[in-house]
Nanobody, 119 residues
């Protein structure tokens, strides 16, 4: 089992920045590919960014490319999402997720943290 706890959400003005954090505990966190997803009411969960087990490889959704950065610190068992130049349309609940490197699906999810961007 892996437990994920997000923090760092809140209210920010358009153009501002936030950093989300995800604390990872349980089975060998460094064996898990990590990701951030987001979801708005009535819409499907959207993948925002992923990062490989060692942190060398990342993938960022086109909608946030150039503004968001994902990183991880395996010594601290933390994953981060740095969000800059925030837009109103970035408003969503953001979820941290994990999947074992051998798994096809994200099997572990945090409870989510609300990010609200005021225009």
């Amino acid at each position: 089992q892996v437990q994920l706890v997000e923090s760092g959400g809140g209210l920010v003005q358009a153009g501002g920045s936030l950093r989300l954090s995800c604390a990872v505990s349980g089975r060998t966190p460094s064996s898990f590919i990590m990701a951030w997803f987001r979801q708005t009411p009535g819409n499907e969960r959207e993948i925002v960014a992923t990062i490989s087990t060692g942190g060398r490889n990342t993938d960022i959704a086109d909608s946030v490319k150039g503004r968001f950065t994902i990183s991880r610190d395996n010594d601290k068992n933390m994953v981060y999402l740095q969000m800059n130049s925030l837009k109103f349309e970035d408003t969503a609940v953001y979820y941290c997720a994990a999947k074992h490197y051998s798994s096809a699906t994200y099997d572990y999810w945090g409870q989510g943290t609300q990010v609200t961007v005021s225009s």
